[in-house]
């Protein structure tokens, strides 16, 4: 079975769109879109990001359920909305899935702080 990865790393192939233009625009390193293939769950964020790029939605591709209830929108809280228990994520009891977890959150974090310091100081 394919993982979202793969899901990802085939729609990239299929758009005629090369990596090199890819991680440019998404202001990412290859490395990191390479590691994204090799990842079982994506972030959404990071996917529509990529379907933005290359014009393709991933809405329906992926079949999982947590997932396909995203519809791979930003679903922002605002201070004065209350966090609902219902939007918290279930506490996982296996430490490798959690510890992956965490460094999938790690990565995004490094790369948003990446985009940002492109925004504010341009490129090299």
């Not at 994506?42 to 939605?57: A, C, P, T, W």
């Not at 922002?76 to 510890?99: E, G, I, N």
């Not at 999938?104 to 490094?110: G, S, T």
């Amino acid at each position: 079975m394919t993982h979202q990865g793969e899901i990802l790393q085939e729609a990239i192939k299929n758009s005629g769109i090369s990596i090199s233009r890819l991680v440019q625009e998404l202001g990412i390193t290859r490395p990191t879109i390479y590691r994204k293939f090799k990842e079982t769950t994506l972030d959404y964020s990071f996917v529509k990001r990529v379907g933005e790029v290359i014009q393709h939605d991933f809405t329906n591709d992926f079949d999982t359920p947590v997932q396909s209830q995203l519809h791979f929108t930003s679903q922002y809280v605002t201070p004065s909305q209350p966090v609902r228990a219902s939007v918290l994520q279930p506490v996982d009891q296996d430490p490798v899935k959690a510890l992956m977890a965490l460094q999938a959150k790690y990565i995004a974090l490094l790369e948003a702080y990446n985009e940002l310091l492109l925004k504010v100081y341009g490129p090299k």
